[in-house]
């Protein structure tokens, strides 16, 4: 059931799953140079195949995707997968019933597009830790 | 002389396209039907095999026809010597018309020609298609991979802790990109980057679209493109541009085409934060409807501040108006009311109900007086809205005016100003009741309706 990676003397995993090619480049080159492994997927789908059978620290998802959106994502994760490992979403809605649904789904946080790539580091090194 | 020999040539050359147009086989039938005279019905022995006629076959065939008819009782003894009658008989001009036709070879040439001619038209339709899509595919691989490669590039530049000799680094390689496919690329990058990005990210794709000198690009499609590049060049310019490239959008807030338009007044209402609504005073085409829902999104989504909007009211064009009174209204300018109230004197019906509905969203309780000086001066529909106004608005002395509306309105007007009565207080229902034995039950139907619980929404 828990896939969180435990050991703290190996590099810490980020997944990002992103449909968005410059968005999820912009945040893999940001892991990487603050030194997370990071993986990339383009949808929920090709994501939980790595999910289901490696550790990870964390999870960035965008809300809308094709075949499987961030919502449908989260909720997998949270059954089946890891019931503790931070998840953050990441959409352009303002809709407060879409937000309120992602933290009731188990996000732990939500960031709004368009956002400071800065503010974003800041609050994936404050979720992994 | 020389007259008679131009016509003979004229008539040999004539003579000599025909032949070939419609082969000699044509020629010998033509000839065949000038000789043509009325044959005496030839015995089938004379008939030739043709392409599309048997002989045996049709021995057979007319041999079981007889035998039928035979045991119909249908005496057809010279059936066989006649059979060509026979099937005259049967099918008249049509098998008249096939054995002249069907007995040709010149059919068996159209034919084979227009064959040829239709394979001839679907290879060539194939071959467009198949290269088309050939080259469709080359650019979509050659985009995405300038894309993969310009994306990674640029990456590192949205984040704040860039060392000025990597975003030098990054610029340099930027500028090796010249052609126009490549900076388009660029440009799309950029725009993609604008919209998830904010604060410094933000500014660095502004000045990296400056130092690239990518606006030109932008500029060069707003002058000479169809259109659809006008309007694309604009957004561009207004997603990365500065203020500076204001004026330059202004030219195209009155252009022919309407896209055009719409698209430069979103531009120039992204560059101009200060005065967003400056591009009213100099419109020259009538504003559309559809253009104040673009305006409204555009306003909402980049967090564009609303401009005072009194000062415009008394613009020349009624959409324009109406416009102003709807933006007043959900960005509740309280200070606007003197001139929407002005609007309540306007010569369309339409600005003065958009002006009630106004006031009515602003709660500007000390217009109630004028609207109802104004009431049996006003059309169906404003007056309707003054009605539905007087619910925020309604005190004890406005009892009487809505009785009266009560005893002398139209349909509606009775219906609203009933559901004004009902809802004001216990007393306005006891009203209501008196004035249903006044009116002979006239209005019964309408308070039982408003007093449904059911209607309680709509009431």
Redesign the interface.
């Known amino acids: 059931m828990n896939k969180v990676n435990l050991d703290l003397s190996s590099k810490k995993t980020v997944v990002i799953v992103e449909d ?4 999820s ?2 945040l ?3 892991m990487e140079k603050d030194g997370f492994q990071v993986e990339v997927f383009n949808n929920g789908e090709e994501a939980i195949e790595f999910l289901s059978s490696n550790s990870f620290d964390l999870l960035i998802t965008d809300l809308y995707m094709p075949f499987m959106n961030g919502s449908e994502l989260i909720k997998y994760v949270r059954n089946n997968i890891s019931a503790t490992v931070p998840i953050m979403a990441i959409s ?1 809605t303002h809709e407060e019933d879409v937000i309120g649904n992602i933290f009731n789904i188990g996000a732990n946080d939500f960031i709004v ?7 974003l ?1 800041v609050r994936i090194k404050r979720l992994i830790r | 002389m020389k007259k008679f020999k131009w016509v003979f040539l004229r008539g040999g050359i004539f003579v000599v396209i025909f032949s070939l147009f419609f082969g000699w086989g044509q020629i010998q039938e033509i000839q065949a039907a000038i000789n043509f005279t009325e044959p005496e019905y030839p015995f089938l022995e004379d008939v030739p095999s043709g392409l599309s006629f048997d002989r045996e076959l049709a021995l057979t065939e007319a041999a079981e026809i007889e035998a039928r008819l035979t045991l119909l009782g249908v005496g057809s003894q010279d059936l066989i010597k006649n059979l060509s009658e026979f099937f005259r008989s049967l099918a008249g001009d049509f098998f008249s018309f096939v054995d002249k036709i069907s007995l040709g070879y010149s059919l068996l040439f159209y034919l084979a020609l227009f064959a040829i001619f239709f394979l001839l038209n679907i290879t060539s339709v194939v071959i467009v298609v198949i290269i088309s899509n050939w080259i469709f595919n080359r650019r979509a691989i050659y985009h995405k991979y300038k894309r993969k490669e310009i994306i990674e590039i640029v990456s590192p530049y949205f984040y704040d802790d860039l060392e000025d000799h990597e975003a030098a680094g990054i610029v340099e390689t930027l500028t090796q990109y010249k052609s126009l496919k490549d900076k388009q690329i660029i440009i799309d990058v950029l725009i993609e980057g604008k919209r998830n990005f904010t604060g410094e990210g933000s500014i660095k794709i502004k000045a990296l679209y400056q130092v690239l000198q990518l606006h030109k690009v932008s500029l060069h499609k707003i002058k000479y493109g169809s259109w659809y590049r006008r309007s694309v060049g604009l957004r561009e310019l207004a997603f990365l541009g500065r203020r500076a490239y204001k004026t330059e959008i202004e030219k195209y807030i009155n252009d022919n085409h309407q896209y055009v338009r719409t698209e430069a007044i979103l531009s120039y209402m992204l560059l101009d934060d200060v005065n967003p609504f400056g591009f009213l005073m100099d419109l020259k085409y009538s504003f559309v409807r559809w253009d104040s829902l673009s305006i409204y999104y555009t306003m909402y989504f980049n967090g564009i501040e609303p401009p005072p909007m009194a000062h415009m009211l008394n613009h020349s064009d009624l959409q324009v108006r109406l416009f102003l009174l709807r933006m007043i209204s959900i960005y509740n300018q309280l200070d606007a009311v003197r001139e929407v109230a002005k609007c309540l004197l306007d010569e369309h019906a339409e600005v003065r109900q958009e002006a009630v509905i106004t006031l009515r969203a602003l709660e500007y309780y000390r217009i109630k007086v004028l609207m109802k000086n104004r009431y049996i001066n006003e059309c169906q529909p404003v007056r309707l809205e003054i009605l539905r106004s007087m619910k925020h608005f309604i005190e004890d002395d406005d009892i009487s005016f809505i009785e009266e509306r009560v005893r002398k309105g139209s349909f509606d007007e009775v219906f609203e100003a009933v559901k004004l009565l009902y809802k004001f207080s216990g007393y306005g229902e006891q009203r209501l009741w008196l004035l249903d034995e006044e009116l002979e039950g006239r209005i019964a139907v309408f308070i039982k309706h408003v007093a449904e619980p059911r209607n309680k929404h709509v009431a």
Request: charged share 40%; proline share 6%.
């Open positions: 968005n090619d410059l968005l480049k912009v893999e080159y940001r352009s597009k368009p956002f400071r790539a800065g503010e580091s």
